[in-house]
């Protein structure tokens, strides 16, 4: 997002903080924000009306309230009141604010039930998986595929393997493509929980797999470098050969051997 829409966003962030803080069930906030979020999908029309800027902020939210009071609880109506009062760059940042809240929303009930290193663990890694299958990401990536069959599959893969949290957003994520991969809603929302705890995320990629005293060091310096915590997603690579390749905050840090056999041809190529 940019301009206005990023400004907006922030703001929208801070309230669901509030809204979290006192005595709203995060479980049906996210659930409540994901079905407003189809709805905005799904209703270009009423998208544009209650995003754009031009239009009173008063009426844009007297609007939403009377399309949505009843149908979802007080501490949803209220986010989704604030999100149309503010101001958006264009009419999918909206759609894409409410979706972020939901996510968030379920963020805290993992935060609140101790398995948010869970959670992150396992949206990176089933995100891997998909990646890694392109018949299983197209299934289930695909829109027009029976939304029952994608919950039947989603079962006997996931089912009894990951926590509660991990499955409501991989169901969300491939019942509500938005455009996306699978692999790449997983990303964003796994991003979105690291943000949550102020925490980076570091793609590392390696030849062998990382000791825990290794992982330890390695987070321990990464979070010296960028002032955060940060969560460690290891991938074993064959193209490694040796050495390690972090992805973090938008930069490599390469210190692999076929990056450095690569830089050497480079230079013997010159």
């Not at 409540?32 to 999908?41: W, Y």
């Not at 949290?165 to 790449?184: F, W, Y």
């Not at 570091?202 to 915590?229: I, S």
Request: glycine share 8%; net charge negative.
């Amino acid at each position: 997002m940019r301009g206005s829409s990023r400004a907006s966003l922030t703001v929208a962030k801070e309230r669901l903080t509030q809204t979290l803080a006192g005595d709203a069930d995060p479980g049906q906030l996210g659930d409540e924000l994901f079905g407003v979020t189809a709805l905005l999908d799904s209703e270009a029309g009423l998208r544009r009306t209650l995003s754009d800027p031009t239009r009173d902020a008063r009426a844009k939210v007297g609007l939403a309230q009377g399309l949505l009071s009843g149908r979802i609880g007080a501490p949803a109506l209220d986010l989704v009141s604030a999100l149309v009062a503010e101001r958006w760059s264009g009419s999918a940042d909206l759609a894409d604010a409410c979706e972020q809240l939901a996510v968030l929303a379920f963020v805290e009930v993992a935060e609140r039930d101790g398995s948010l290193d869970d959670v992150e663990d396992e949206l990176f890694r089933f995100g891997r998986v998909v990646n890694a299958q392109p018949e299983l990401r197209i299934a289930l990536s695909d829109p027009f595929f029976p939304a029952e069959r994608k919950r039947a599959l989603l079962n006997a893969l996931l089912g009894g393997k990951v926590t509660g949290t991990t499955m409501r957003l991989v169901t969300q994520a491939a019942l509500a493509p938005r455009g996306r991969t699978l692999d790449a809603s997983l990303d964003e929302f796994a991003h979105l929980a690291a943000e949550r705890r102020e925490r980076l995320m570091a793609e590392v990629h390696v030849a062998v797999a990382l000791t825990a005293d290794q992982r330890g060091r390695l987070r321990a310096a990464l979070a010296a470098a960028y002032g955060h915590d940060v969560q460690l997603n290891v991938v074993l690579d064959p193209q490694v050969i040796g050495g390690i390749s972090v992805q973090i905050a938008g930069e490599i840090i390469d210190g692999s051997t076929a990056s450095r056999l690569a830089e050497l041809r480079r230079r013997l190529a010159a």
